[in-house]
């Protein structure tokens, strides 16, 4: 997964910093040209999506939610030995 989100981060980092100036619609607009994967399908895809979100403040880093996850189940297990 790191691999398509650290090819995908700088791209969408340079188009909000170059199209800041314009509304939302705009900067998706320019976010999807910028999409540098080919077919807009697969894995790749849902993360080029996810990052923006990210970037655009409209959702928290995956790596926030997981690790939350992760210490939760951790809380709630018991010992097998």
Request: with cysteine; charged share 35%; net charge positive.
């Amino acid at each position: 997964m790191a691999h398509w989100r650290e090819t995908c981060r700088p791209i969408i980092e340079k188009v909000i910093r170059e199209n800041k100036h314009l509304d939302e619609k705009a900067i998706r607009k320019a976010l999807y040209n910028a999409y540098p994967f080919g077919g807009r399908k697969m894995y790749p895809y849902k993360v080029w999506l996810s990052e923006i979100a990210v970037q655009l403040g409209k959702r928290r880093t995956y790596w926030h939610l997981g690790r939350k996850k992760a210490e939760q189940d951790q809380k709630d297990q018991i010992p097998l030995f």
